[in-house]
């Protein structure tokens, strides 16, 4: 059917806000996947590919990086996971017909959704600006083109080479070592939008940037403190595990300004009892709604009840509330930080934390009382201004009671992509170690450079400023992903050349530098057959344990190269005095394999114990207690909560000091992959058919003169006076604090300033944006934005572009 014979009833009738009643997960996941599986037309192909995910013989979902159970059985995925592996393993192709017959303008003017549904595409192609067309290119010619670019840059350094975190460990590794082959650490990452305060704040504090739980460790905490993350939409296989911590007694404890249902109930579809009765398992015992951004104060306080609890028990001879010889043995600055908490006033904490003071004391004792603790966190903690700090603070509570090393204890940063911990530890960083160039230059007799290279922020400033003129993206959609959207996208159009990685197409193959090519690769569900037969790749999951991925399905398309083979001939092109024999890694990606055990230690062995089943798993040294930091201690690292929430006094400027200043979080929907659309619901916060919602407390609505469904444009406020809004968006009241707000990434992402980011890791903002509200109207699009009834999937759905 044509949208545009829709009648707006029938839209508007589907568009509806609908509390949701249902525990997470259960019949409205099935009936979910189900759906998206007939709107890709994949149903044979899709069931056949979904009992090969995360089986030891299949390959990794694509969805996310939650571990696989040991004891995989016949399902091992979640509802977003097989909407992920339905819409890469769509029958639907993106041919050279198709592009023939469509502008990039025209393009340009469909919504993100549209252009993904199109489907995979088939051949590479080359922007040809004289008929504004991608037009079909050789792929002999795409490398030669990539070649002459980057040969003729004036310094290396004016390229960047972004990673989207679904490359393998094979893709990674040989990328990074074409790239500094070449002669620059320009390695902006998605997790540089992600969780790089982790990486950054778990090194300082810890050694290395990464959690130190396992699975196991699931099984024996007594308590699991959930900070920032919504597992029921983002990582539903973790619900599973919460599940079972739930039903053997333990206590999990949720902070997040919004009640998520996942975090509440969940009702297993893999538990055939409790879905024929209809049953579910409560999952938070206690649930605590902060406003955004107001952890730090949170934990903050929570040590300064910690300190005086401490104080009193040790004056009564009893036993003390820190572990003082774990603290004794294995840090530093605990005397120091301990300072800093006891002369900071409760008032100033309480200021900022958005719980009342007994609800503070409440979660301290939680803490306290728990024997063996494990923290998770996600972007709730990571995307703030402060969020390096946020995750020194999570490290300072651990410490203080030895629960780092102790089994059923310890650090859990939730990751996103599949592989983005993989990618990292294959040496994507722009700030790399001097030890790992060592290793590489041994091994390859190459000479990396060594001064640091830019991450996301830095290369987008340094592309608008003219100082970066080549952008190769393996896969992602930097366009749309990244804040600022409308400099970002100017920076990119300044580009010479951009080059896309990639499966499907998105926006960012449509802002164009001056020349700029798509290049279509194998996805994780397809069969990779090079010389020596079918390839496996590898990935590392969010608890660090690595293994195999091998796709069954048959290439969409005859014409697609894996994502080493492409990296591999770039390099061989661009390169040809290289002593490395690009090519020759490709017949066999075992071959890649024992160059990555000659570069990391912690490879060693790598393709013996890789294909054992399951894998294998990199140990953490921290929890054998040593720590691989400058002073070989764990190191207690406090910010003053002065400085951290002094960037409030900014949002100010002389214009806007009358109105009232929202915090805005970012957030994702149930029905998206980060900039790709599934479609247009959010089932378990209540929306159907529609993403331009701003999520507000119902006595701020009322305060601010507004009503419920009302339209309105957000305007974020920065001290560097730049206009930022975006239109039209309605108003549902919601279970939220006061004072904070909530929409959807990416369509709030013109509302991020570049500018604003975390100081260490420069990760943008996106979780606490200053914005205030005008009185808005209905979008132009809005018959559009309205998503069709789900039962009629072959109806096309959209959503107005980015404004
Ligand atoms: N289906 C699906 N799966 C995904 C993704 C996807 O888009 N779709 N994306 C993948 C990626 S790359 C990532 S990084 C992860 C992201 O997974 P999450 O970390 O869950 O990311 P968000 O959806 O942004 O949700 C952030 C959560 O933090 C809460 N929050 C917001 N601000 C604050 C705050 O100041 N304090 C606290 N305590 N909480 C806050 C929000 O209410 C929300 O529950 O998921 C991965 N998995
Ligand atoms: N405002 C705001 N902004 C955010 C966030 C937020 O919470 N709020 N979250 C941030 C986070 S956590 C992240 S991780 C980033 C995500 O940033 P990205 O990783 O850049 O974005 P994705 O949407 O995951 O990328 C999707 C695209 O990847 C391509 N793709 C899919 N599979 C493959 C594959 O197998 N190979 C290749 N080569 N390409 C493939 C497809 O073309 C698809 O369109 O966004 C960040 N931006
Ligand atoms: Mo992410």
């Known amino acids: ?45 899709g069931s056949i590919s979904l009992l090969n995910i995360n089986q030891p013989t299949g390959f990794d979902c694509p969805g996310c990086a939650w571990p696989e159970k040991k004891d995989a059985h016949a399902f091992n995925f979640c509802e977003n996971g097989a909407k992920a592996v339905a819409f890469e393993a769509t029958n639907k192709r993106v041919t050279p017909e198709f592009f023939a017959t469509h502008t990039v303008s025209w393009l340009s003017e469909q919504s993100d959704f549209f252009l993904e549904d199109a489907g995979r595409i088939t051949d590479p192609m080359r922007y040809d600006r004289t008929i504004d067309k991608y037009v079909p290119i050789s792929w002999d010619d795409a490398f030669q083109l990539i070649a002459k670019h980057l040969q003729t840059l004036d310094d290396p350094n004016q390229a960047a080479f972004y990673t989207s975190g679904r490359a393998s460990n094979e893709a990674a590794f040989l990328y990074q070592l074409f790239v500094r082959s070449y002669g620059t650490n320009n390695f902006p990452d998605c997790s540089n939008m992600c969780h790089e305060t982790t990486s950054v704040g778990l090194k300082d504090s810890i050694g290395l940037g990464k959690g130190t739980v396992t699975l196991d460790d699931f099984d024996q905490a007594d308590a699991v403190f959930s900070f920032g993350h919504n597992p029921g939409t983002n990582h539903p296989r973790m619900l599973a595990t919460l599940r079972e911590v739930s039903k053997r007694g333990g206590t999990i404890i949720a902070i997040n300004p919004l009640k998520e249902r996942g975090l509440e109930r969940f ?61 004794e043995m294995n840090t530093i600055g605990f005397n120091e930080m301990l300072t800093e908490v006891q002369n900071t006033s409760w008032s100033e904490i309480h200021a900022h934390t958005g719980l009342s ?23 709730g903690i990571t995307q703030h201004r402060h969020g390096t700090a946020n995750v020194h603070m999570l490290a300072n509570l651990m410490l203080a009671r030895g629960h780092i090393g102790r089994s059923g204890a310890g650090l859990a940063p939730i990751r996103g992509h599949s592989n983005v911990q993989g990618d990292r530890t294959m040496g994507i960083n722009e700030r790399p170690s001097p030890k790992m160039l060592d290793n590489i230059d041994r091994v390859f007799g190459i000479q990396s450079p060594r001064e640091n290279g830019m991450g996301v922020v830095e290369t987008i400033k340094a592309m608008a400023e003219g100082r970066v003129k080549v952008f190769i993206g393996l896969g992602g959609n930097f366009a749309v992903a990244t804040p600022d959207t409308n400099y970002t996208q100017q920076a990119l159009r300044n580009c010479k ?110 393709n013996q114990r890789v294909y054992q089943s399951g894998g294998f798993h990199l140990e953490h040294p921290a929890n054998q207690h040593v720590w691989n930091t400058p002073s070989g201690k764990a190191q207690f690292l406090i910010t003053p909560i002065s400085e951290v929430y002094a960037d409030q006094e900014h949002r100010y400027t002389d214009a806007y000091t009358q109105a009232k ?143």
């Not at 951004?293 to 036993?319: N, P, R, S, V």
């Not at 247009?680 to 419920?708: C, H, K, S, T």
């Open 1 to 45: 059917m044509d949208r545009d014979n829709q009648t707006s009833e029938e839209n508007q009738s589907y568009a509806r806000i609908e509390p949701y009643d249902q525990p997470a997960g259960g019949w409205g996941a099935l009936l979910s996947v189900a759906r998206n599986l007939k709107r890709q037309e994949t149903f044979k192909k």
């Open 267 to 327: 009702q297993d579809p893999q538990a055939p009892l409790e879905m024929i009765t209809n049953g579910s398992t409560p999952i938070s015992r206690y649930y605590f709604q902060p406003k955004v951004g107001g952890d730090y104060a949170i934990m903050f306080g929570m040590l300064k009840h910690l300190a005086e609890w401490d104080q009193q028990a040790t004056a009564k001879a009893q036993e003390g509330v820190f572990d003082r010889s774990f603290i």
């Open 357 to 379: 003071p007994e609800h503070l004391e409440a979660l301290a004792k939680l803490y306290r009382e728990s024997k063996r603790a494990i923290f998770c966190w996600g972007m």
């Open 497 to 606: 050349l951009t080059v896309h990685i990639t499966t499907k197409m998105n926006r960012s193959h449509l802002v164009c530098g001056q020349d700029a090519l798509m290049l279509p690769c194998l996805g994780r569900t397809e069969v990779d057959i090079q010389e020596h037969g079918p390839q496996s790749i590898s990935v590392e999951d969010s608890m660090s344990n690595v293994h195999l991925s091998a796709g069954r399905n048959d290439p969409i398309s005859s014409d697609l190269l894996s994502e080493p083979d492409i990296i591999a001939r770039i390099a061989q092109a661009t390169l040809p005095n290289s002593q490395i024999k690009w090519r020759w890694y490709i017949e066999s990606y075992d071959r890649i394999r024992d160059a990555i055990s000659e570069v990391f230690d912690e490879f060693h062995d790598f």
């Open 661 to 803: 200043v929202y915090t805005l979080m970012t957030t994702r929907s149930h029905d998206q992959y980060n900039t790709t659309l599934y479609g247009l619901d959010d089932r378990y916060r209540g929306v159907y058919g529609q993403r331009r919602v701003l999520f507000m407390n119902e006595l701020d609505i009322q305060a601010a003169g507004f009503q419920p469904d009302q339209w309105v444009d957000i305007e974020s406020i920065y001290s560097d006076g730049v206009k930022r809004i975006v239109h039209s968006f309605r108003i549902v009241p919601y279970n939220i604090p006061r004072g904070s707000l909530a929409a959807y990434y990416p369509e709030t992402n013109p509302l991020v300033a570049l500018s604003s980011h975390d100081k260490y890791a420069k990760i943008p903002a996106s979780k606490s944006v200053p914005v205030i509200l005008h009185l808005g109207h209905a979008p132009e699009h809005f018959n559009l934005a309205a998503e069709v009834d789900p039962e009629k999937a072959d109806q096309i759905i959209s959503t107005a572009p980015l404004s």
